[in-house]
């Protein structure tokens, strides 16, 4: 089949179809929440369950746009705790049904149910007693009759004017998925220490690296009461375009930068003390914050170095540039 030739578009008919595509798909994931506060809500929790109860994993399959979406949904368990993978029916038909094992369970994607490829995955589950979810909207379908727990979605209409590209209905399907593997995540008491350790790559594993992981921990440190000379030496020194400012117990007291040397031009800096030119009360932020809340608190105050602090003690310094080192920034 050839392309169906494109009109130039009239952009206010795109914007009114965009709309209408936002709110049909909004009004559907509606009619999903008012499900799980009511007849959705047991067996969505009895899937939780039996997911969390498993001692192999989660197998997702499904065909068409709801195996693109079950893909998706694999990848999201896997990557939040819930070790799982997607399965092709097709391909299960012709050896793959061999990648599934009796300590696993099976969660089956159909808008219908009544997807005549997943019939031979669904005679193996039944066969070997391998537990099988059903996100369906098929009430009374195949798929339904089969399963051990169904979560089914309500029938609502479709973004597509006519009534057929899978749309709204692969939306409930893709949050009915994220919202299995939050739950589970939850349950299984799901850090972002555990997320980074299946996340090391990329700007979300650079974001979830702790301070702790990056800072220097050579300070340029001076007390109260030294001269600025002296501190500006240290500041050279050290090269982090500031000095800290510590009181006799060694408690962070301030902190002198280059924009503070700038901004004290115009004054006699040799017979200065860093107590007068010091800005008191700088930014601080603890060793187990993670680069990206470090980041931010850099961007909101358009300052560059953040002093890393334990019981008000500074024990470290974090630049901006480390964290463009690590890719978080």
Known sequence: MHAVPLKKPDRQAAIASALRTVTTEQAGVAALAAALENGMAEPFAHAVELIAGIRGRIIVTGVGKSGH??????????????????????????????????DDAILAMSWSGETQELKGIIAYSRRFGIPLIAITAGENSALARESDVVLRLPRTPEACPHGLAPTTSTLLQLVVGDALAVALLEARGFTPDHFRDLHPGGQLGANLTRVSEIMHDDLPLVALGTMMPEA????????????????VDGRLAGIVTDGDLARNLERNLAETAVDEIMTRLPKTVRPQIMASAALAILNENDISALVVVEEDRPVGIVHFHDLLRIGAA
Do not use: Q, W
Not at 74 to 95: I, K, L, Y
């Open 232 to 247: 500006v030496k240290v500041l050279s020194r050290k090269r982090f375009g500031c000095v800290c400012v510590i009181d």
């Open 69 to 102: 979406v079950g893909a998706k949904i694999a990848a999201t368990f896997a990557s939040t705790g819930t070790p799982a993978f997607f399965v092709h029916p097709a391909e299960a038909n012709h050896g793959d049904l061999g990648m599934i094992a009796r």
